[in-house]
């Protein structure tokens, strides 16, 4: 299976519903009403210009380029210090959470809801909706059968490298933006096959895995090395984390086309508000202390 990937980095937001250990501790209405809850009440109609914020950084920031541990020191201490502070007011800590939408264009040109979990034939056309619900860090690894994983976002083409995410700011990938309708949609062709997409959100940057600066520079330097390939080690963690016990909650939106509130706010930036469509899957970590959540994504093309 391929997909048309017109821009390279449009790829970063694909995710999934993937394999999951169902916790029964917490009911599905439970589950999506945190998520639901923890959106804001109403919509800011005047958001910042960017359509993602990059965390603060200090003065020592510019040694990110030439030391990649002082780059991860700098920047976990950052993402402490923002995530602490946006998060303040809530006396609760907050189980990490991804909601997701798929969409596939019909013979109108509509975004409409469909099964994440369906078989795609060539032709097909589809965009995936992103909704993280806190402020953190997203990384996305692409593996091909047993091929050896890259990293293809974050991407030093794209805002210098920076994967900082904002929370319930939804994301539509590839971006509704884009002008010519053929850039809006992955587009499935070629010979059948399955490709593995991982999304990992993190509340903190993941250790020895080059991002922003360190990122730019070293694709700078040498093309070659980009995109970036994970170490044994690095993967292994990844794998690790994906391991871990989530709930998992889906709600039957098949059919449905995307509300222009969707879109506005995925292409304004704005956060999404609790009167606003619930997403088809939302994936939460069952520890409210666990610092990532990996989702995978298995894309069948038949």
Same mark, same amino acid.
């Given at each position: 299976?391929?997909?048309?990937?017109?821009?390279?980095?449009?790829?970063?937001?694909?995710?999934?519903?993937?394999?999951?250990?169902?916790?029964?501790?917490?009911?599905?209405?439970?589950?999506?009403?945190?998520?639901?809850?923890?959106?804001? *009440?109403?919509?800011?109609?005047?958001?910042?210009?960017?359509?993602?914020?990059?965390?603060?950084? #200090?003065?020592?920031?510019?040694?990110?380029? *030439? #030391?990649?541990?002082?780059?991860?020191?700098?920047?976990?201490? #950052?993402?402490?210090?923002?995530?602490?502070?946006?998060?303040?007011? #809530?006396?609760?800590?907050?189980?990490?959470?991804?909601?997701?939408?798929?969409?596939?264009?019909?013979?109108?040109?509509?975004?409409?809801?469909?099964?994440?979990?369906?078989?795609?034939?060539?032709?097909?056309?589809?965009?995936?909706?992103?909704?993280?619900?806190?402020?953190?860090?997203?990384?996305?690894?692409?593996? &091909?059968?047993?091929?050896?994983?890259?990293?293809?976002?974050?991407?030093?083409?794209?805002?210098?490298? &920076?994967?900082?995410?904002e929370a319930h700011v939804p994301m539509d990938v590839p971006s509704t933006v884009e002008t010519d309708e053929r850039l809006k949609w992955f587009q499935f062709y070629g010979n059948p096959a399955t490709e593995h997409v991982f999304v990992v959100l993190t509340r903190e940057p993941l250790a020895d895995v080059p991002i922003a600066e360190t990122l730019t520079a070293r694709c700078t330097a040498n093309k070659n090395d980009c995109p970036w390939h994970p170490t044994a080690e690095v993967w292994t963690r990844i794998q690790q984390a994906a391991k871990a016990d989530v709930k998992v909650v889906t709600s039957n939106t098949s059919g449905q086309a995307q509300t222009e509130k969707e879109e506005t706010a995925a292409t304004r930036g704005l956060g999404l508000d609790q009167s606003a469509p619930q997403p088809s899957v939302i994936r939460m970590s069952a520890s409210t202390s666990a610092p990532v959540l990996v989702t995978m994504l298995d894309l069948v093309h038949k």
């Amino acid at each position: 299976m391929k997909l048309r990937l017109v821009i390279f980095a449009t790829i970063v937001l694909a995710l999934s519903c993937g394999v999951y250990i169902a916790s029964a501790q917490q009911s599905d209405d439970e589950v999506r009403g945190m998520f639901i809850g923890s959106r804001p *009440k109403t919509t800011n109609p005047n958001p910042p210009p960017r359509r993602r914020h990059q965390p603060p950084r #200090n003065a020592n920031s510019s040694v990110v380029a *030439k #030391n990649q541990n002082d780059a991860r020191n700098t920047n976990t201490k #950052n993402a402490n210090t923002s995530v602490a502070n946006r998060n303040s007011n #809530n006396a609760k800590p907050q189980a990490i959470a991804l909601g997701y939408t798929m969409f596939m264009r019909d013979v109108n040109g509509r975004a409409v809801r469909i099964d994440p979990t369906r078989e795609f034939h060539n032709g097909d056309r589809i965009r995936i909706s992103l909704e993280p619900n806190i402020d953190g860090y997203l990384y996305v690894f692409h593996t &091909e059968g047993d091929g050896q994983p890259e990293m293809i976002f974050p991407d030093a083409r794209l805002e210098a490298g &920076e994967n900082w995410v904002e929370a319930h700011v939804p994301m539509d990938v590839p971006s509704t933006v884009e002008t010519d309708e053929r850039l809006k949609w992955f587009q499935f062709y070629g010979n059948p096959a399955t490709e593995h997409v991982f999304v990992v959100l993190t509340r903190e940057p993941l250790a020895d895995v080059p991002i922003a600066e360190t990122l730019t520079a070293r694709c700078t330097a040498n093309k070659n090395d980009c995109p970036w390939h994970p170490t044994a080690e690095v993967w292994t963690r990844i794998q690790q984390a994906a391991k871990a016990d989530v709930k998992v909650v889906t709600s039957n939106t098949s059919g449905q086309a995307q509300t222009e509130k969707e879109e506005t706010a995925a292409t304004r930036g704005l956060g999404l508000d609790q009167s606003a469509p619930q997403p088809s899957v939302i994936r939460m970590s069952a520890s409210t202390s666990a610092p990532v959540l990996v989702t995978m994504l298995d894309l069948v093309h038949k």
